[in-house]
């Protein structure tokens, strides 16, 4: 099994606007290894969420390739890249994005039953246990606060034990306190289940935590810096 996980390579996404071409990402080449976190940071802008929608498939580069898992996701038609959404990784957004009309059980059910997993319904009373939820899952995300929300986010995005974990300003609608729960968890996953973690974030104390961080601006990798304690891949 190799020990990189994710492998960017040059990867380039220009889009129309005003008239003129905008540059978002320009030649970006990243790699990130199993187990390994990864903080991007930068300013509002620099491509940080961009990057994210195209390692998830989410949009398509103008150039440049993605490989993860030993999947070339920037080949890969719709049906593939639905499997591999499934199967490869777990996306954490900032807004949440629950289903409101599920309750909070519902919710992180959704993969599993997508997936035609037996037992969905109590792997995800398991899940919501994991971030501290067992009380809350017959809630509407409604009435659920933005720290409650996020962790259910959280428990959806780990149902099928992804592989690798996409996290898009996952504190940025959270007071420090509540930021802080959902930053423990993501660490903890990582610690305990060896889930490699890519996360965006303007939290300069969020990125400080993670193995490695990568700084983007302009649509470029402007420098990467390693914290003194973590291994080298």
């Known amino acids: 099994m190799t020990k990189m996980l994710v492998s960017i390579r040059d990867l380039t996404l220009r889009l129309p606007s005003g008239g003129r071409t905008l540059t978002v990402l320009d030649g970006v080449s990243l790699d990130v290894a199993r187990g390994e976190t990864v903080a991007v940071a930068g300013p509002s802008g620099s491509g940080k969420s961009t990057l994210l929608g195209l390692l998830a498939g989410l949009d398509t580069p103008t150039a440049g390739t993605i490989t993860v898992a030993g999947v070339e996701v920037t080949r890969l038609g719709e049906a593939a890249l639905a499997r591999f959404r499934r199967d490869t990784l777990g996306y954490v957004f900032q807004s949440y994005h629950l289903i409101p009309t599920l309750t909070a059980a519902e919710n992180v059910g959704v993969p599993l039953d997508l997936a035609g997993s037996a037992g969905a319904a109590s792997r995800a009373a398991e899940l919501l246990a994991g971030v501290g939820l067992a009380e809350r899952a017959h809630h509407y995300p409604a009435q659920l606060s933005g720290g409650e929300q996020q962790r259910v986010a959280l428990a959806r995005a780990m149902a099928l034990d992804p592989p690798l974990l996409l996290a898009d300003e996952p504190t940025g609608n959270l007071d420090s306190a509540t930021g802080a729960v959902i930053v423990d968890l993501l660490f903890a ?44 891949p």
């Open 189 to 232: 996953l990582n610690r305990e289940r060896g889930t490699t973690l890519l996360l965006v974030t303007h939290d300069a104390a969020l990125a400080e935590r993670a193995d490695r961080v990568v700084s983007l601006r302009d649509g470029r990798i402007v420098g990467e810096r390693r914290r003194a304690s973590a291994l080298v």
